[in-house]
Protein backbone atom coordinates (compact mmCIF):
# COMPACT_ATOMS: atom_id res chain seq x y z
CA UNK A 1 0.00 0.00 0.00
CA UNK A 2 1.38 3.47 -0.93
CA UNK A 3 2.09 4.96 1.94
CA UNK A 4 0.80 8.25 2.96
CA UNK A 5 2.16 12.13 3.95
CA UNK A 6 0.48 12.45 6.91
CA UNK A 7 -2.78 14.45 6.96
CA UNK A 8 -1.97 17.32 9.65
CA UNK A 9 1.11 18.04 7.60
CA UNK A 10 1.03 21.83 6.63
CA UNK A 11 3.45 22.61 3.98
CA UNK A 12 6.36 24.52 4.79
CA UNK A 13 6.40 27.46 3.08
CA UNK A 14 7.13 30.13 5.48
CA UNK A 15 10.29 30.46 8.17
CA UNK A 16 7.60 30.20 10.99
CA UNK A 17 6.83 27.06 10.31
CA UNK A 18 9.99 25.55 9.67
CA UNK A 19 10.98 26.60 13.14
CA UNK A 20 7.87 25.03 14.20
CA UNK A 21 8.85 22.31 12.33
CA UNK A 22 12.63 22.21 13.98
CA UNK A 23 11.57 22.35 17.27
CA UNK A 24 9.17 19.71 16.59
CA UNK A 25 11.46 17.33 15.38
CA UNK A 26 14.38 18.29 17.57
CA UNK A 27 11.92 17.37 20.36
CA UNK A 28 11.22 13.63 18.68
CA UNK A 29 14.82 13.06 17.95
CA UNK A 30 15.66 13.67 21.07
CA UNK A 31 13.09 11.62 22.55
CA UNK A 32 14.11 8.53 20.24
CA UNK A 33 17.88 8.69 20.23
CA UNK A 34 18.37 9.63 24.30
CA UNK A 35 22.00 8.86 24.66
CA UNK A 36 22.70 6.95 21.97
CA UNK A 37 25.06 7.62 19.32
CA UNK A 38 24.13 8.23 15.36
CA UNK A 39 25.97 7.45 12.26
CA UNK A 40 24.67 9.29 9.37
CA UNK A 41 26.17 9.41 5.66
CA UNK A 42 27.24 12.76 4.87
CA UNK A 43 27.28 13.52 1.41
CA UNK A 44 27.16 17.53 1.76
CA UNK A 45 23.86 17.38 -0.40
CA UNK A 46 20.78 19.37 0.95
CA UNK A 47 19.15 16.35 2.50
CA UNK A 48 22.05 14.84 4.18
CA UNK A 49 23.22 18.30 5.32
CA UNK A 50 20.02 19.35 6.95
CA UNK A 51 19.55 16.27 8.33
CA UNK A 52 23.08 16.41 10.08
CA UNK A 53 22.22 20.02 11.68
CA UNK A 54 19.16 18.64 12.71
CA UNK A 55 20.85 15.68 14.51
CA UNK A 56 23.59 18.09 16.03
CA UNK A 57 21.01 20.46 17.76
CA UNK A 58 19.53 18.01 19.09
CA UNK A 59 22.19 15.26 20.17
CA UNK A 60 25.65 17.32 19.42
CA UNK A 61 28.94 15.44 19.75
CA UNK A 62 26.50 11.97 19.64
CA UNK A 63 26.60 12.33 15.93
CA UNK A 64 29.31 10.80 14.16
CA UNK A 65 29.06 11.96 9.83
CA UNK A 66 30.76 9.79 7.64
CA UNK A 67 31.37 10.99 4.45
CA UNK A 68 32.02 8.35 1.87
CA UNK A 69 34.56 9.66 -1.69
CA UNK A 70 32.83 6.90 -3.78
CA UNK A 71 34.66 8.20 -7.14
CA UNK A 72 30.99 9.14 -8.31
CA UNK A 73 31.06 12.97 -6.88
CA UNK A 74 31.26 16.46 -9.03
CA UNK A 75 34.32 17.62 -9.09
CA UNK A 76 35.48 19.51 -5.90
CA UNK A 77 32.84 17.93 -3.76
CA UNK A 78 34.92 15.79 -1.37
CA UNK A 79 37.20 18.72 -0.25
CA UNK A 80 34.12 21.17 -0.04
CA UNK A 81 31.95 18.80 2.10
CA UNK A 82 35.11 18.59 4.56
CA UNK A 83 35.81 22.36 4.31
CA UNK A 84 32.29 22.97 5.48
CA UNK A 85 31.57 20.38 7.68
CA UNK A 86 34.86 20.34 9.65
CA UNK A 87 35.54 23.87 9.50
CA UNK A 88 32.65 26.14 9.34
CA UNK A 89 30.24 23.90 11.16
CA UNK A 90 32.91 21.71 13.73
CA UNK A 91 30.90 18.48 12.70
CA UNK A 92 32.30 15.36 13.92
CA UNK A 93 33.25 13.85 10.43
CA UNK A 94 35.21 10.99 9.22
CA UNK A 95 36.37 10.85 5.65
CA UNK A 96 36.52 7.33 3.71
CA UNK A 97 38.36 6.84 0.20
CA UNK A 98 36.66 4.34 -1.25
CA UNK A 99 36.91 5.56 -4.79
CA UNK A 100 38.51 2.25 -6.32
CA UNK A 101 36.13 0.03 -4.28
CA UNK A 102 33.25 1.44 -5.68
CA UNK A 103 34.47 1.72 -9.01
CA UNK A 104 36.05 -1.68 -8.97
CA UNK A 105 32.52 -3.39 -7.96
CA UNK A 106 30.89 -1.38 -10.59
CA UNK A 107 32.65 -2.20 -13.56
CA UNK A 108 31.32 -4.42 -16.43
CA UNK A 109 27.46 -3.28 -15.00
CA UNK A 110 25.34 -1.77 -17.07
CA UNK A 111 21.88 -2.36 -15.70
CA UNK A 112 20.83 0.50 -13.77
CA UNK A 113 19.52 -1.20 -10.88
CA UNK A 114 21.99 -3.37 -10.67
CA UNK A 115 24.18 -0.37 -10.51
CA UNK A 116 22.16 1.10 -7.50
CA UNK A 117 21.83 -1.61 -5.76
CA UNK A 118 25.88 -2.37 -5.80
CA UNK A 119 26.50 1.38 -4.43
CA UNK A 120 23.64 0.87 -2.06
CA UNK A 121 25.37 -2.16 -0.89
CA UNK A 122 28.76 -0.34 -0.95
CA UNK A 123 27.65 2.39 1.39
CA UNK A 124 26.22 -0.20 3.81
CA UNK A 125 29.48 -2.46 3.98
CA UNK A 126 31.40 0.90 4.78
CA UNK A 127 28.88 2.68 7.65
CA UNK A 128 28.97 -0.96 8.69
CA UNK A 129 33.14 -0.74 9.26
CA UNK A 130 33.01 2.87 10.48
CA UNK A 131 30.53 1.69 13.14
CA UNK A 132 32.44 -1.50 14.20
CA UNK A 133 35.17 1.19 15.25
CA UNK A 134 33.09 2.93 17.26
CA UNK A 135 31.11 1.90 20.69
CA UNK A 136 27.78 1.92 21.05
CA UNK A 137 26.26 3.56 18.16
CA UNK A 138 22.78 2.28 17.49
CA UNK A 139 21.07 4.30 15.14
CA UNK A 140 21.78 5.34 11.63
CA UNK A 141 20.32 8.77 10.50
CA UNK A 142 19.13 9.00 6.59
CA UNK A 143 18.37 11.86 4.27
CA UNK A 144 15.54 10.17 3.05
CA UNK A 145 12.53 12.60 1.65
CA UNK A 146 8.77 12.31 0.69
CA UNK A 147 9.08 12.05 -3.08
CA UNK A 148 11.69 9.09 -2.68
CA UNK A 149 9.21 7.02 -0.81
CA UNK A 150 6.64 7.79 -3.83
CA UNK A 151 8.74 6.97 -6.05
CA UNK A 152 9.50 3.72 -4.05
CA UNK A 153 6.12 2.38 -3.45
CA UNK A 154 4.83 3.05 -6.83
CA UNK A 155 8.11 1.31 -8.05
CA UNK A 156 9.26 4.05 -10.60
CA UNK A 157 12.96 3.48 -9.46
CA UNK A 158 14.86 2.31 -6.45
CA UNK A 159 16.19 4.30 -3.69
CA UNK A 160 19.46 3.57 -1.57
CA UNK A 161 17.71 5.48 1.46
CA UNK A 162 13.68 4.39 1.19
CA UNK A 163 14.30 1.07 3.09
CA UNK A 164 15.72 -2.29 1.73
CA UNK A 165 18.57 -2.49 4.31
CA UNK A 166 20.27 -5.92 4.26
CA UNK A 167 19.12 -7.94 7.35
CA UNK A 168 22.58 -7.77 9.58
CA UNK A 169 22.47 -4.02 9.40
CA UNK A 170 18.70 -3.51 9.79
CA UNK A 171 19.46 -5.66 13.00
CA UNK A 172 21.91 -3.71 14.43
CA UNK A 173 20.66 -0.46 13.41
CA UNK A 174 17.47 1.79 13.95
CA UNK A 175 16.51 4.50 11.63
CA UNK A 176 16.34 8.22 12.06
CA UNK A 177 15.23 10.14 9.47
CA UNK A 178 13.97 13.59 10.23
CA UNK A 179 12.88 14.95 6.65
CA UNK A 180 11.30 11.61 5.50
CA UNK A 181 7.92 13.71 5.46
CA UNK A 182 9.13 16.66 3.55
CA UNK A 183 9.62 18.12 -0.14
CA UNK A 184 12.62 19.16 -1.29
CA UNK A 185 12.22 22.76 -1.17
CA UNK A 186 10.38 22.01 2.24
CA UNK A 187 14.08 20.51 3.18
CA UNK A 188 15.46 23.61 2.21
CA UNK A 189 13.06 26.01 4.19
CA UNK A 190 14.21 23.77 7.15
CA UNK A 191 17.90 24.03 6.40
CA UNK A 192 17.42 28.35 6.28
CA UNK A 193 15.77 28.41 9.29
CA UNK A 194 18.59 26.12 11.04
CA UNK A 195 21.31 28.79 9.66
CA UNK A 196 22.78 26.47 7.09
CA UNK A 197 25.00 28.37 4.66
CA UNK A 198 23.77 29.23 1.21
CA UNK A 199 25.79 26.90 -0.34
CA UNK A 200 24.65 24.30 1.10
CA UNK A 201 20.91 24.72 1.10
CA UNK A 202 21.10 26.07 -2.21
CA UNK A 203 22.89 23.25 -3.63
CA UNK A 204 21.59 21.26 -6.35
CA UNK A 205 19.80 17.94 -5.38
CA UNK A 206 22.03 15.24 -6.23
CA UNK A 207 21.06 11.59 -5.99
CA UNK A 208 22.20 8.64 -4.04
CA UNK A 209 24.48 6.57 -6.96
CA UNK A 210 25.71 10.11 -7.63
CA UNK A 211 27.32 10.51 -11.30
CA UNK A 212 27.04 6.88 -11.54
CA UNK A 213 23.30 7.64 -12.91
CA UNK A 214 24.92 10.13 -15.30
CA UNK A 215 26.97 7.96 -16.95
CA UNK A 216 24.36 5.08 -18.37
CA UNK A 217 25.74 1.67 -19.19
CA UNK A 218 29.22 -0.02 -17.47
CA UNK A 219 30.55 2.84 -15.77
CA UNK A 220 33.97 3.73 -17.50
CA UNK A 221 36.90 6.01 -15.23
CA UNK A 222 37.14 7.52 -18.76
CA UNK A 223 33.81 8.70 -19.10
CA UNK A 224 33.27 8.98 -15.97
CA UNK A 225 35.72 11.90 -15.46
CA UNK A 226 33.90 13.46 -18.99
CA UNK A 227 30.83 13.79 -17.10
CA UNK A 228 32.12 15.12 -14.31
CA UNK A 229 34.60 17.63 -16.17
CA UNK A 230 31.74 18.72 -18.65
CA UNK A 231 29.42 19.30 -15.50
CA UNK A 232 31.91 21.45 -13.40
CA UNK A 233 31.89 23.64 -16.85
CA UNK A 234 28.06 23.63 -16.50
CA UNK A 235 27.78 24.85 -12.91
CA UNK A 236 30.73 27.46 -13.76
CA UNK A 237 29.07 29.26 -16.56
CA UNK A 238 25.44 28.60 -15.15
CA UNK A 239 26.83 30.75 -12.08
CA UNK A 240 28.67 33.66 -14.48
CA UNK A 241 25.01 33.87 -16.81
CA UNK A 242 23.19 34.50 -12.83
CA UNK A 243 21.07 30.86 -13.31
CA UNK A 244 22.54 28.99 -10.38
CA UNK A 245 19.80 30.50 -8.07
CA UNK A 246 17.19 30.02 -10.91
CA UNK A 247 16.86 27.21 -12.46
CA UNK A 248 16.37 24.08 -9.84
CA UNK A 249 18.67 21.37 -11.25
CA UNK A 250 21.02 21.12 -14.13
CA UNK A 251 23.47 18.80 -15.36
CA UNK A 252 25.38 16.71 -17.45
CA UNK A 253 25.02 13.14 -19.04
CA UNK A 254 27.19 11.30 -21.40
CA UNK A 255 25.71 8.13 -22.93
CA UNK A 256 27.50 4.86 -24.06
CA UNK A 257 27.57 5.22 -27.41
CA UNK A 258 29.69 7.47 -29.66
CA UNK A 259 29.80 8.90 -32.99
CA UNK A 260 32.11 10.65 -35.34
CA UNK A 261 33.42 13.62 -35.40
CA UNK A 262 36.60 16.21 -36.36
CA UNK A 263 39.09 17.65 -34.20
CA UNK A 264 42.39 19.24 -35.32
CA UNK A 265 41.31 17.87 -38.81
CA UNK A 266 41.45 14.47 -37.75
CA UNK A 267 38.45 11.75 -37.54
CA UNK A 268 37.29 11.12 -34.23
CA UNK A 269 34.90 8.74 -32.46
CA UNK A 270 33.61 10.41 -29.33
CA UNK A 271 30.95 10.77 -26.65
CA UNK A 272 27.74 13.12 -27.01
CA UNK A 273 27.24 15.11 -24.02
CA UNK A 274 23.76 15.88 -22.78
CA UNK A 275 23.05 18.72 -20.62
CA UNK A 276 19.55 19.08 -19.02
CA UNK A 277 17.66 21.97 -16.72
CA UNK A 278 15.17 21.50 -14.77
CA UNK A 279 12.70 23.50 -12.71
CA UNK A 280 10.41 21.71 -9.72
CA UNK A 281 8.50 22.45 -6.61
CA UNK A 282 7.86 18.75 -5.56
CA UNK A 283 9.68 16.92 -7.67
CA UNK A 284 6.69 15.14 -9.19
CA UNK A 285 6.11 17.22 -12.16
CA UNK A 286 9.16 19.22 -14.27
CA UNK A 287 9.48 21.77 -16.22
CA UNK A 288 12.60 22.43 -18.45
CA UNK A 289 14.80 25.51 -18.28
CA UNK A 290 14.98 26.97 -21.93
CA UNK A 291 18.37 28.63 -22.04
CA UNK A 292 20.07 31.75 -24.04
CA UNK A 293 21.25 30.89 -27.44
CA UNK A 294 24.42 32.27 -26.35
CA UNK A 295 24.94 29.75 -23.53
CA UNK A 296 24.04 27.21 -25.59
CA UNK A 297 26.73 28.38 -27.93
CA UNK A 298 29.15 28.75 -25.49
CA UNK A 299 28.41 25.46 -23.62
CA UNK A 300 29.06 23.69 -26.47
CA UNK A 301 32.76 25.55 -27.16
CA UNK A 302 33.56 24.53 -24.15
CA UNK A 303 32.94 21.04 -23.43
CA UNK A 304 33.88 20.13 -26.85
CA UNK A 305 37.06 21.86 -26.49
CA UNK A 306 38.18 21.25 -23.09
CA UNK A 307 36.41 17.67 -22.03
CA UNK A 308 38.38 14.74 -23.64
CA UNK A 309 36.28 12.01 -25.40
CA UNK A 310 33.19 13.96 -26.14
CA UNK A 311 32.39 15.69 -29.60
CA UNK A 312 28.86 16.82 -29.33
CA UNK A 313 26.70 18.44 -27.36
CA UNK A 314 22.93 17.78 -26.94
CA UNK A 315 20.32 19.60 -24.71
CA UNK A 316 17.43 17.43 -23.23
CA UNK A 317 14.17 19.27 -23.45
CA UNK A 318 11.91 16.75 -22.23
CA UNK A 319 9.47 17.37 -18.95
CA UNK A 320 8.39 14.89 -16.29
CA UNK A 321 6.17 13.35 -17.08
CA UNK A 322 7.13 11.33 -19.87
CA UNK A 323 10.88 11.60 -18.51
CA UNK A 324 11.81 11.40 -15.03
CA UNK A 325 14.29 13.75 -13.74
CA UNK A 326 17.60 11.05 -14.20
CA UNK A 327 18.33 8.75 -16.79
CA UNK A 328 18.41 5.66 -14.74
Not at 29 to 42: C, E, M, N, T, W
Not at 292 to 307: F, G, K, N, Q
Amino acid sequence: MLERRPDYMVRITKPALAEAYIEERIAMLRDQIGDGKVLLALSGGVDSSVVAALLIRAIGKNLVCVHVNHGLLRKGEPEQVIRVFREEMNANLIYVDAVDRFLDKLAGVSDPEQKRHIIGEEFIDVFAEEARKLEDVKFLGQGTIWPDILESDAGIKAHHNAGGLPADIADRFELVEPVRILFKDEVRMVGRALGLPASMVERQPFPGPGLGVRCPGAITRDRLEAVREADAIVREEFEKWGLSGKVWQYFTVVPDFKSTGIRDGKRTFDWPCIIRAINTTDVMEVTVEHLPAELIDLLVRRITSEVPGVNRVLFDYTPKPPATVEYE
